[in-house]
């Protein structure tokens, strides 16, 4: 015998359908490689058909991706000078990141040898 269940009934009820371009972007993570938000962005666009919205929407993206790396370009140009009130610091940047850069390599190098 079969019990008729009201609520379970609403709740699996088919919900709304996102646009399929807009499903990619609402769950990748903040991580993301820049090209798979851009092909989301370029996939929901193709959807909407509205060259208004893309251009609006690469805008806001473009400027989102570079904003902070301009940013941190004329923080560094002027705190980090040698005459800038972090210059104590400033002399230990270049070799700080050289020696960084070199420990990710070396440890990146040694995983693909020895993995």
């Known amino acids: 015998m079969r019990v008729a269940c009201v609520r379970c009934r609403a709740l ?3 919900a709304a359908q996102p646009p399929r371009g807009a499903t990619p972007a609402l769950t990748l993570p ?8 851009l092909v989301s962005i370029l996939g929901f666009v193709s959807q909407s058909q509205d060259p208004a919205l893309g251009a609006a ?5 473009s400027l989102g991706s570079t904003s902070l790396v301009l940013l941190a370009g004329v923080l560094t140009g002027t705190t ?9 610091v400033s002399q230990w940047v270049s070799p700080a990141t050289g020696a960084a850069l070199l420990t990710y390599g070396t440890y990146a190098g040694l995983g693909l040898v020895f993995p």
């Open 12 to 14: 699996s009820a088919p």
């Open 30 to 37: 903040r991580h993301a490689t820049p090209r798979a938000r």
């Open 57 to 61: 929407l690469l805008l806001c993206y």
């Open 80 to 88: 980090l000078a040698p005459s800038g009130p972090l210059k104590g």
